[in-house]
């Protein structure tokens, strides 16, 4: 199936990545310890999130929706964006084109 996109892609994971890290325990997803996250540097912690939004990226091209710690990244593949969702209220939009 795939990710259609029209952007390009070093910007879809930046704003990706950047929606990501509005999920409080995002690091859950790669099966990382609080502990070893926390004491992570923030760098590195980013550099991570982004990784991460690059797998998400692919992932979503196989299976639409995936559970990101407490939090939910889709494809919604007719309205051609990624939606971010995590705790009551927090939603983020990726356009894609």
Do not use: K
């Not at 926390?38 to 982004?50: K, P, S, V, W």
């Amino acid at each position: 199936m795939g990710v259609r996109f029209a952007r390009r892609y070093c910007d879809i994971t930046r704003d990706l990545s950047n929606a990501l890290q509005g999920i409080r325990d995002v690091y859950a997803f790669t099966d990382m310890p609080a502990d070893c996250w926390h004491d992570m540097t923030a760098f590195d912690r980013q550099e991570c999130i982004l990784t991460l939004a690059d797998d998400l990226f692919y992932a979503l091209g196989a299976v639409p929706m995936l559970r990101v710690g407490t939090g939910w990244v889709r494809y919604d593949g007719r309205r051609h964006v990624i939606v971010v969702t995590s705790e009551p209220g927090y939603t983020q939009i990726i356009g894609l084109t």
